[in-house]
């Protein structure tokens, strides 16, 4: 069971992915999502399904299938036990996280993927604020195999889902965190900030934006929290 997928294995959910699926989907139930993006694999695209599907106010609503969120490709690794990853890591050397394998992705490959998504949705978010003036008001995003959702969503102008993958997820967050300069919990240690993203675990952002004649600048960005897995809790409790 603990194959890794990547970009080659587009396998749907399995039942504790679903059941998992329908937990952060209750647990994100009252969050009214301005727009949802989603990877185009299918267990991301049934995640995003089940949290719509238990949401109070977007049950229906229609996903942006979006190629640029999928999981980091693993090459030749795909398909085989993860064991296998560390074994050729090992032998070339190298830490599991950033060995690429023969034919995968590398770690800069799937940040550039993950910037040309935040310059598109950047422009998205302006664009669905209406705001005429320079500062639009705080922008949530949000991602998920995972979800990057919004914490303190008082005063947000949209909120935005991002359901993509676990090693995408944390080549985004170190993006947002050592590139952007977001600013962090107080007391948040980084190994934590920078852990393994597990199935649905919720990291929030809240990002500004200005308006500019040359596009969408980026004003602040606030980490408010990073793989969150409270709503997995009771799945994990022994009957």
Known sequence: DKLLQ???VDMPLSETGVQQGEAVGKYLRDVKFSKVYVSNLQRAVQTA???????????GMEMVSEPLLRERGFGVAEG?????????????????RDYTPPGGETLD?????????LQALFKEMLDMSGSSGQETPSVALSAEDAAMASGDLQGASAHVLVVSH?????VAIRHLVEDLKCSLPAGVKMSQLFSPCPNTGISRFVITLSRT???PVL????CLFTNRKDHLEKLQEPE
Request: with cysteine; charged share 25%.
């Open 6 to 8: 990547g970009q080659g």
């Open 49 to 59: 399904e089940l949290i719509l599907k238990n949401n109070t106010h977007c049950s």
């Open 80 to 96: 085989r036990h993860k064991e296998d990853l560390k074994n050729m890591a090992n032998a070339a050397g190298q830490s599991c």
């Open 109 to 117: 490959q799937v940040k550039l993927r993950f910037k040309n998504f």
């Open 166 to 170: 676990g090693a995408y997820i944390r």
């Open 213 to 215: 004649e040359s596009g």
């Open 219 to 222: 004003s602040a960005a606030r």
